[in-house]
């Protein structure tokens, strides 16, 4: 996720920031070309199971992950379109909690009661998620074809 802009920087500032996720690891909920996601900086213990941070991976990228669990003050990430299990991630990489996504204009806080169930649900169904984003890929392409 390089936006040419110092991005951790401006979250310890305190700013909110609007970005375009890119990659297809949170398929289905954030699609690049699609949807924004706003991002704010959040006290790590607040953050719980269902949250997606942006944290950075040692030494390398800025990630957008959800999280997956916690054990004190490590965490364990897992994309929405990914089974397996990132981790642990300490606190110090995390940099920021996706606190809106904006899809067509429409904005989706992230404590909106549809909007967490689905987090839980999409949790709990991990180990069925390749198959589950390939069918719903699948019916897309059937049924919304140009």
Do not use: A
Request: contains cysteine.
């Amino acid at each position: 996720m390089d936006t040419g802009f110092d991005l951790e920087q401006l979250l310890e500032e305190g700013n909110r920031i609007r970005v375009k996720p890119q990659g297809y690891s949170m398929y289905p909920l954030l699609m690049p070309g699609r949807d924004e996601v706003v991002i704010e900086q959040e006290d790590s213990s607040r953050l719980r199971r269902g949250d997606i941070v942006l944290f950075r991976r040692e030494g390398s990228i800025l990630v957008l992950h959800r999280i997956c669990r916690r054990r004190g003050d490590n965490f364990f990430m897992v994309g929405d379109n990914q089974k397996q299990i990132e981790g642990p991630i300490g606190k110090n990489q995390i940099k920021g909690k996706v606190t809106t996504v904006i899809r067509g204009g429409r904005t989706i806080s992230v404590e909106n009661r549809l909007y967490r169930m689905y987090s839980c649900l999409w949790l709990w169904l991990r180990p069925l998620r390749p198959m589950l984003s390939k069918m719903v890929h699948y019916l897309k392409t059937l049924f919304w074809r140009k």
